[in-house]
């Protein structure tokens, strides 16, 4: 079945650091690839998808690359706010019968200190 | 309202209780999900609803049980629990076709006693 690992957290860094979180995935198929932030008490939201190899998604100064070859998905920042910190799921969706089956990695925690 | 929308917030129930949780979504999708999310485990895919019919169900066991009237809302059903059953339960939504975004509401956080 499909799946994503992403580095283990918690990822700890100083105000203005650059960000990277590993996402590598396997799956069958093409699927589409996500990142999704949760901040504290909160739901989970989108934050920046690729829906084909060699793909980049970007928003608010994140960014990751849809890497077919190295079945990676890493995300990148180049200068953290302390507002950043948040816990970031990659994730994969397939599409299975009448649905997409979206798989989640189990999480990186990014506390970034000033 | 806007986005997904779930209630309550938080909910305490001692196992012999019955309880529901209910989400409602404002987004015209047609799928509708839950998920059950635990302290250093991934995301628990627990139930799929695609245009109001039931497609997935995660080997969840009966004491939880989901109910979808209609395509913006989604309940679920809570029964003589356990306490590992203590966990955030996320509720989104999505059009159904690969690619599209799922949205999430803020979650019900649940403890049994």
């Known amino acids: 079945g499909n799946s994503v690992t992403q580095m283990e957290g918690p990822v700890t860094l100083s105000e203005e650091a650059f960000l990277t979180i590993n996402c590598t995935y396997t799956?069958?198929?093409?699927?589409?690839l996500f990142w999704y932030v949760q901040y504290p008490g909160e739901g989970l939201q989108l934050l920046l998808k690729?829906?084909?190899?060699?793909d980049k998604g970007s928003n608010k100064g994140f960014e990751a690359t849809y890497r077919k070859e190295t079945t990676s998905f890493h995300l990148e920042k180049g200068s953290v706010q302390v507002s950043d910190s948040a816990v970031y799921f990659c994730?994969?969706?397939?599409?299975?019968?009448?649905?997409?089956?979206?798989?989640f990695g189990t999480g990186t925690k990014l506390q970034v200190i000033p | 309202e806007t986005g997904v929308t779930q209630t309550p917030r938080h909910l305490v129930m001692g196992m012999t209780n019955k309880k529901s949780l209910k989400c409602e979504q404002h987004?015209?999708?047609?799928?509708m999900y839950w998920y059950k999310q635990s302290a250093k485990k991934p995301l628990e895919l627990m139930f799929v609803?695609?245009?109001?019919?039931?497609?997935e169900n995660n080997s969840v066991p009966s004491r939880f049980s989901p109910e979808c009237p209609n395509s913006s809302h989604l309940f679920l059903h809570l029964h003589t629990l356990q306490p590992e059953d203590s966990a955030l339960y996320l509720c989104?939504?999505?059009?159904?076709?690969?690619?599209?975004?799922?949205?999430f509401g803020p979650g019900t956080r649940l403890l049994v006693l």
């Open positions: 994730a994969l969706s397939d599409q299975v019968g009448g649905y997409q089956k979206v798989t």
């Open positions: 609803y695609s245009l109001e019919e039931r497609v």
């Open positions: 989104a939504s999505s059009q159904v076709f690969l690619g599209e975004t799922q949205y």
């Open positions: 799956a069958t198929g093409y699927p589409s």
């Open positions: 690729a829906t084909k190899a060699d």
């Open positions: 987004l015209g999708h047609n799928a």
